[in-house]
């Protein structure tokens, strides 16, 4: 197996990112683990790309998000330039060096990972924020290479701005675990309401969903259960929990903070909350949390 390397540019890890360009004749799996996520742009080249054993041909300006934890690799046909983007977890753990809000960042970037459904396949849906997300990526490379560590300041900003694309990307499409041959919308709609304001347990209750979406308060939980084939209450606690998985494992976040945060009444109250779900506790999960979610997915490479 052979590798070509061109023009390559890695930030350490000490940064909120790590950026690389490299261009490859076969894919090689990377020992550097992805805590966090990475946007992938094929900058030129032809293959395949794997997630979780499902396949998507890629071709030259696509754009990926490869999930942390997950099996992922590439199948190349024709030698592939990439831009790797990584978005770490040291931002969350050494807010002082930064400017911007952590805890915007930190829900920008968790509404992505809890949202985005982690099927392959081009994570852009319109050309105009493809060239957004190519002048962007090119903006950093450039700041990287010429300035370094004095241009931290401005490629974060860069990578808010990268943020708000993904995100908007992620609302327009079906990344909901919604039957395919649904053809009601209004449960793409709740689904993204419900995930914006998670943490907001007011705008979660069946009478305000009701008003929202224009039913009536007895056939919102109908409804939802018929759409999703699962109860309401029962949806809304997993993706909470999804967002507690998140920041055990990225953020310094107290239990507290994270009970608060997401309207559970207390830390006793989240920890049997998260027991009763995952089937651990949550020292455990802090523990081999990396682990266990590799074992969720039945994830091996």
Same mark, same amino acid.
Not at 176 to 186: G, I, L, M
């Given at each position: 197996?052979?590798?070509?390397?061109?023009?390559?540019?890695?930030?350490?890890?000490?940064?909120?990112?790590?950026?690389?360009?490299?261009?490859?004749?076969?894919?090689?799996?990377?020992?550097?683990?992805?805590?966090?996520?990475?946007?992938?742009?094929?900058?030129?080249?032809?293959?395949?790309?794997?997630?979780?054993?499902?396949?998507?041909?890629?071709?030259?300006?696509?754009?990926?998000?490869?999930?942390?934890?997950?099996?992922?690799?590439?199948?190349?046909?024709?030698?592939?330039?990439?831009?790797?983007?990584?978005?770490?977890?040291?931002?969350?753990?050494?807010?002082?060096?930064?400017?911007?809000?952590?805890?915007?960042?930190?829900?920008?970037?968790?509404?992505?990972?809890?949202?985005?459904?982690?099927?392959?396949?081009?994570?852009?849906?319109?050309?105009?924020?493809?060239?957004?997300?190519?002048?962007? #990526?090119? *903006?950093? +490379?450039? /700041?990287?290479?010429?300035?370094?560590?004095?241009?931290?300041?401005? @490629?974060?900003? =860069?990578?808010?701005?990268?943020?708000?694309?993904?995100?908007?990307?992620?609302?327009?499409?079906?990344?909901?675990?919604?039957?395919?041959?649904?053809?009601?919308?209004?449960?793409?709609?709740?689904?993204?309401?419900?995930?914006?304001?998670?943490?907001?347990?007011?705008?979660?209750?069946?009478?305000?969903?009701?008003?929202?979406?224009?039913?009536?308060?007895?056939?919102?939980?109908?409804?939802?259960?018929?759409? #999703?084939? *699962?109860? +309401?209450? /029962?949806?809304?606690?997993?993706?909470?929990?999804?967002?507690?998985? @998140?920041?055990? =494992?990225?953020?310094?976040?107290?239990?507290?903070?994270?009970?608060?945060?997401?309207?559970?009444?207390?830390?006793?109250?989240?920890?049997?909350?998260?027991?009763?779900?995952?089937?651990?506790?949550?020292?455990?999960?802090?523990?081999?949390?990396?682990?266990?979610?590799?074992?969720?997915?039945?994830?091996?490479?």
């Amino acid at each position: 197996m052979q590798l070509k390397f061109t023009k390559m540019q890695v930030l350490e890890a000490y940064k909120p990112f790590e950026i690389q360009e490299i261009e490859l004749t076969d894919w090689k799996q990377r020992p550097v683990k992805n805590n966090f996520f990475e946007l992938v742009l094929i900058k030129e080249g032809e293959g395949t790309q794997c997630i979780n054993y499902n396949d998507y041909a890629y071709g030259k300006n696509s754009m990926f998000l490869l999930p942390p934890l997950k099996c992922h690799s590439f199948t190349i046909e024709k030698p592939t330039k990439f831009v790797f983007l990584k978005f770490t977890d040291s931002f969350f753990k050494n807010v002082n060096r930064m400017t911007i809000d952590r805890n915007e960042w930190f829900k920008e970037a968790s509404y992505i990972l809890s949202n985005y459904n982690q099927l392959p396949g081009d994570i852009i849906k319109n050309d105009l924020d493809r060239n957004h997300l190519e002048s962007l #990526v090119g *903006m950093i +490379l450039q /700041e990287s290479r010429s300035y370094g560590a004095e241009s931290i300041s401005l @490629i974060t900003s =860069l990578m808010t701005s990268i943020l708000e694309i993904l995100i908007r990307n992620i609302k327009k499409g079906t990344y909901f675990e919604v039957p395919k041959k649904n053809a009601d919308d209004r449960i793409t709609k709740m689904l993204t309401y419900i995930n914006e304001n998670i943490d907001k347990t007011e705008l979660l209750k069946v009478e305000n969903l009701a008003d929202v979406f224009m039913m009536s308060p007895t056939y919102v939980s109908e409804y939802f259960k018929k759409q #999703v084939h *699962m109860p +309401l209450r /029962e949806y809304i606690i997993k993706a909470k929990l999804k967002l507690v998985e @998140i920041r055990l =494992l990225n953020s310094d976040f107290t239990l507290t903070q994270i009970a608060d945060d997401l309207g559970f009444t207390d830390v006793s109250h989240l920890s049997k909350t998260f027991k009763r779900y995952s089937g651990v506790s949550i020292k455990e999960f802090k523990t081999n949390g990396e682990y266990l979610l590799l074992k969720r997915t039945a994830c091996t490479g």
